[in-house]
Every structure is written in C-alpha cells, then in structure tokens.
T-cell receptor, first 114, second 112 residues
Framework: KAGVTQTPRYLIKTRGQQVTLSCSPI?????VSWYQQTPGQGLQFLFE???????NKGNFPGRFSGRQFSNSRSEMNVSTLELGDSALYLC?????????????FGPGTRLTVL | DAKTTQPNSMESNEEEPVHLPCNHS???????IHWYRQLPSQGPEYVIH???SNVNNRMASLAIAEDRKSSTLILHRATLRDAAVYYC?????????????FGQGTILTVHP
C-alpha cells in the first residue's frame, strides 16, 4: 500500500496570505489528523477528521481550519499567515478510531512564512 | 491528558541493546502506551504499542511494568539507522479522538 502523501512538500508564503495543504491517507484509512511541528513547541495536535467530521481540535486559533472529503482526503487551511506559522505540518492517518490504532505519518509540508 | 516523562538523551553503540525508559505515573486503566520515533527530516514513525502485556514486533520490544506506571522500549541491536527522537505517548482507549500528545522525547545517538 502507498503511504500517506502530502502536497506540496515545501511552500513559501508571505505574511497575510493564506495557504492550503493537502493530505491523502493510506487507502482504507478514514481518520486523518494534523499536527504542527516547530523547534520551540515540538509536535502539537491541530485536529482530527473522521468520516468528513471534525472530531477533536487542538488549541490553535480559528485561522487554522480543515476539512475532509468523502474519499478521506483532507485539506488544512491557514488564513492570514503570521511569521510564527512557519513550521512542518504533518498529516497522519489511521484505520479506525480506537486508541489501539497506530497512526501513519506523512513526510510533512514545510511552510515558510516571510 | 496523562503525561509521560523521558530522559532528554541517550547514547548507545552499534549492535548493542538499547533500553529507553518512560514514566507515566498518571496513566489510566484504558490508556494504550505507544512509541513513535522520528528520524531527521521525516515524519514520526510508529514503533510499537501495548496495553498491559509485553509486546514484540520486528522493530522492537515493549516491556510494561506490572503497575503500568512505567514502560521500556527495547531495541535489541541498535544500528545507525535507529538514531532518532523516540516519543512515548499515552493514547486513550475506546473511541479516542486521534490526538497524540507528544512530549520532548528522547534523542538517541548511536555510535559506530
């Protein structure tokens, strides 16, 4: 099976712009989670989607949003970019919703905000 | 969320066993213990998980204390490819919300 794919891999934006990142989960996986990784804060949970519904959200401002499509692909959007949004954005998928389900991470999208 | 405590860093020599400890004294009865690792410039990679009993897979072994307040990830023969940041995480059981709370992890250095 193909792994989790994320596009684009690298992105450069300027302050005030918005950005959309895409994630394709492993085939058959219906749960997709998003994480932000920065040197200062480490890996932080953004939100999870399952069957097109947001199930949980981390402690991020409303500028961060996401959605999931019927084929389980997911997108996250960041509006009004700030310098502090520069980070590695990781997507992870899992087959089900039980706590015993491991998450499979993609390679990430490196976002740089200038 | 229940927290985990890991040493900031550990070192090992190639082909020697490595024991990575994790304390989770506030673990609840339904929390699963997960380990992930992150190699440089890559996303985290699942290593192993368990609930109460010790677990083995092709990558590692997980030893869970009887009171479940601590666990140890065992790499039987470290290789240079095992150099990574290792995260010990508690995942709520039942229908969880997919939220993994990552700490700072343990930076493992493997010497040739």
């Amino acid at each position: 099976k193909a792994g989790v794919t994320q596009t684009p891999r690298y992105l450069i934006k300027t302050r005030g712009q918005q950005v959309t990142l895409s994630c394709s989960p492993i085939s058959g996986h219906r749960s997709v989670s998003w994480y932000q990784q920065t040197p200062g804060q480490g890996l932080q949970f953004l939100f999870e989607y399952f069957s097109e519904t947001q199930r949980n959200k981390g402690n991020f401002p409303g500028r961060f949003s996401g959605r999931q499509f019927s084929n389980s692909r997911s997108e996250m959007n960041v509006s009004t970019l700030e310098l502090g949004d520069s980070a590695l954005y990781l997507c992870a998928s899992r087959p089900g919703t039980g706590g015993y389900n491991e998450q499979f991470f993609g390679p990430g999208t490196r976002l740089t905000v200038l | 969320d229940a927290k985990t405590t890991q040493p900031n860093s550990m070192e090992s020599n190639e082909e020697e066993p490595v024991h990575l400890p994790c304390n989770h004294s506030t673990i609840s009865g339904t929390d699963y213990i997960h380990w992930y690792r992150q190699l440089p410039s890559q996303g985290p990679e699942y290593v192993i998980h368990g609930l109460t009993s010790n677990v083995n897979n092709r990558m590692a072994s997980l030893a869970i204390a009887e009171d479940r307040k601590s666990s140890t990830l065992i790499l039987h023969r470290a290789t240079l490819r095992d150099a990574a940041v290792y995260y010990c995480i508690l995942a709520p059981g039942g229908t969880s919300y997919g939220k993994l709370t990552f700490g700072q992890g343990t930076i493992l250095t493997v010497h040739p």
